[in-house]
């Protein structure tokens, strides 16, 4: 899996994001109404401008006694965050997100412009279908090995 690029590993799920001067309320309800644990920020030309993860909401908002229909996305998100390249490694990934202690990291081009979001989720499903397909190839070898296979 370490030799995987990012765009093989991304998730298919749709980009959640918010504009800058929308509440923590909403982001909050879009991420809940989702099933997802981020949001990105984006401006209007949809160029990220930050990442709100459930980490942010718990320390800057609860933990602040921020009131969320009042503070903005601007306000709790982490601004210009670290992304990937598609062409990054699951490696890169997996190393960039043990240093700094990320679930998310936004995927973008050399233009940078935004492609998706990498999760630990999606790295450790790449990990368990690399893994299953290994035991799939081992199985079929053996089975071909046993008495009366060819």
Avoid at 63 to 89: H, K, V, W, Y
Avoid at 105 to 125: A, E, H, K, M, Y
Wanted: aromatic content about 2%; cysteine-free; charged content about 25%.
């Amino acid at each position: 899996m370490s030799d995987r690029i990012v765009s093989k590993t991304m998730s298919g799920r749709r980009i959640l994001s918010v504009l800058p001067h929308r509440s923590v309320w909403e982001a909050a309800s879009i991420m809940n109404q989702t099933n997802h644990s981020s949001v990105l920020v984006l401006d209007h030309d949809s160029r990220l401008l930050g990442i709100i993860t459930e980490r942010d909401m718990t320390a800057r908002v609860i933990a602040a006694g921020l009131n969320p229909e009042i503070s903005t996305a601007r306000d709790i998100m982490t601004a210009d965050p670290d992304t990937l390249s598609p062409n990054d490694t699951a490696a890169d990934a997996i190393r960039m997100m043990k240093l700094h202690n990320y679930r998310h990291l936004p995927v973008v081009n050399d233009d940078g412009v935004l492609l998706g979001i990498l999760s630990i989720r999606n790295l450790l499903q790449a990990k368990i279908d690399d893994l299953t397909q290994q035991l799939d190839s081992i199985e079929v070898a053996m089975s071909n090995d046993a008495p009366g296979g060819d």
